[in-house]
T-cell receptor, first 112, second 113 residues
Framework: DAKTTQPTSMDCAEGRAANLPCNHS???????VYWYRQIHSQGPQYIIH???NNETNEMASLIITEDRKSSTLILPHATLRDTAVYYC?????????????FGQGTILTVHP | DGGITQSPKYLFRKEGQNVTLSCEQN?????MYWYRQDPGQGLRLIYY???????QKGDIAEGYSVSREKKESFPLTVTSAQKNPTAFYLC????????????FGEGSWLTVV
């Protein structure tokens, strides 16, 4: 699986949009970009994933650049409960599936 | 509600004892997984199962055992052979093995005393 690079930490004011970047310059054509988040002492929560098109669901939006070498997770109106570690993962499925490489992630702190 | 249930949430074990962590899912998923997460670290795959009555070793299977007798259940036994068992254990599942989103349970904390 391709490696990802994320900033160590970010801050965001409550009610504002949180934009979390991720670099995955070695991504292969069949690899998806997944985002999860983890609050301390809880299991990771799936947020969103995409291949090449931008995606949106009830939690967030995912913007993938045209060359697919980077992406941005957008939480449109951050709340205090969005404070968590956010992980960007690329995964192709197949025999590598299940071997999710969770790096250090980005610690997002939402403040009042 | 549909989801993945792990129990117990917190478990203390004496050295030399085996302990079994329960994982049940009602999502009708075929594939199930066990991961270990150490403080400040990423996830490491212990075992995975693509289908009932079949399972495969992951990256760190030594000292662990699993069974998959029912589609909805995938218990993990941490044996006394596991040298450093204190960790956060996560069970997960997906519809199939290939190219599907993995969903996680809430985790179980195991502490060896």
């Amino acid at each position: 699986d391709a490696k990802t690079t994320q900033p160590t930490s970010m801050d965001c004011a409550e009610g504002r949009a949180a934009n979390l970047p991720c670099n995955h310059s070695t991504i292969s054509g069949n690899e998806y970009v997944y985002w999860y988040r983890q609050i301390h002492s809880q299991g990771p929560q799936y947020i969103i994933h995409g291949l090449k098109n931008n995606e949106t669901n009830e939690m967030a939006s995912l913007i993938i650049t045209e060359d697919r070498k980077s992406s941005t997770l957008i939480l449109p109106h951050a709340t205090l409960r969005d404070t968590a570690v956010y992980y960007c993962i690329v995964n192709a499925g197949g025999t590598s599936y299940g071997k999710l490489t969770f790096g250090q992630g980005t610690i997002l702190t939402v403040h009042p | 509600d549909g989801g993945i249930t792990q129990s117990p949430k917190y478990l203390f074990r004496k050295e030399g004892q085996n302990v079994t962590l329960s994982c049940e899912q009602n999502l009708n998923h075929d594939a199930m997984y066990w991961y270990r997460q150490d403080p400040g670290q990423g996830l490491r795959l212990i075992y995975y199962s693509q289908i009932v009555n079949d399972f495969q070793k992951g990256d760190i299977a030594e000292g662990y055992s699993v069974s998959r007798e029912k589609k909805e259940s995938f218990p993990l036994t941490v044996t006394s052979a596991q040298k450093n068992p204190t960790a956060f254990y996560l069970c997960a599942s997906s519809i199939g093995y290939s190219g599907n989103t993995i969903y996680f349970g809430e985790g179980s904390w195991l502490t060896v005393v």
